[in-house]
């Protein structure tokens, strides 16, 4: 008997844009689009073309929504880590300033 081995291969993975690119198409687009609703309202095209254009328009204003959440929680999160850093930091700065305290108070003393 011969088993066939089988290789699973991975699907690739998703390249996701940032937010920062997703901001740029959208607000590209956005401008695009509104630059064809004002024409079709100089030449007095049918409003059915203006419905669908809104609604790209909308759909946009919403990927624009979660880019501006995405960037704001990513803030957030820099935030928490910068503060989680930081306890360290001020504890060994309050040490520091302890033993100087200390070292003044010594240095004092003998001299007296």
């Known amino acids: 008997m011969v088993m066939e081995e089988r290789k699973q291969v991975a699907p690739p993975p998703k390249v996701e844009k940032s937010p920062y690119d997703m901001l740029k198409e959208s607000k590209t687009s956005v401008e ?7 024409a079709i309202k100089k030449e007095n ?4 073309k203006l419905r669908e254009l809104i609604n790209q328009t909308f759909l946009h204003f919403v990927t ?10 990513e803030g957030d999160i820099v935030k928490a880590e910068t503060e989680k850093a930081k306890v360290p930091v001020d504890f060994t700065t309050l040490q520091f300033h302890n033993l100087m305290y200390e070292k003044s108070h010594y240095v004092k003393a003998i001299k007296a």
């Not at 695009?32 to 004002?38: D, S, Y």
């Not at 624009?64 to 929680?73: E, F, K, M, S, V």
């Open 32 to 38: 695009e689009i509104v630059a064809k609703i004002l």
């Open 64 to 73: 624009l929504r979660q880019a501006n959440r995405t960037i704001l929680l």
């Open 45 to 48: 095209k049918p409003k059915s």
